[in-house]
């Protein structure tokens, strides 16, 4: 009588660590008795095109970093693979270190610090919102917030956009 293999991986994907803009490829051994389908996720959403044992990205960047993990079905069974990391090589990864917040506003400005540490040059998204908050649930929202950052004690750049 013939003998059913069961479902299984037999090599899930492999965590790396890439030079960005290097290709990077991710694979799955996986046996069944019968035909095998593949779908590939990235950090919990299904890749649309990503339907083969093999995924290819043709060139690493912060969008392809997290974790990967792909599920094998026979028809009738699926099975899933340990996660596989993504991380680019040489890139330190950002943090926030420090995070200041005094909380009281009117004719007291409010102050918020922060700090980051590493040697590599940091992005940065900062922005003064008012009125928009109402929307969140926030009460009296400041009328025409003002941002001003400041490297050290030096200002590099300010803001006063109005009501938002």
Known sequence: SAQLIPLQITRPPESIRAAPGAPVLLSVGAIGARALTYQW???????????????DLPAAGPSCEGEYRVSVCDGRATVWSTVARVALAGVEPARLANL?????????????????????????????????????????????????LFLASAAIAETTTGPQ
């Not at 996720?41 to 995924?55: I, P």
């Not at 005094?102 to 409010?110: I, M």
């Not at 940091?122 to 929202?141: D, E, N, Q, S, Y």
Request: net charge positive.
């Open 41 to 55: 996720y990235h950090d919990g959403a299904r890749l649309a095109e990503a339907t083969s044992a093999a995924l």
């Open 100 to 148: 200041s917040v005094r909380a009281r506003v009117g004719s007291t400005p409010l102050i918020t610090g922060f700090v980051f540490a590493g040697k590599t040059p940091h992005t940065i998204a900062a922005r003064a919102v008012g009125p928009t908050l109402a929307r969140f649930g926030v009460t009296k929202p400041v009328h025409n917030p003002r941002a001003r």
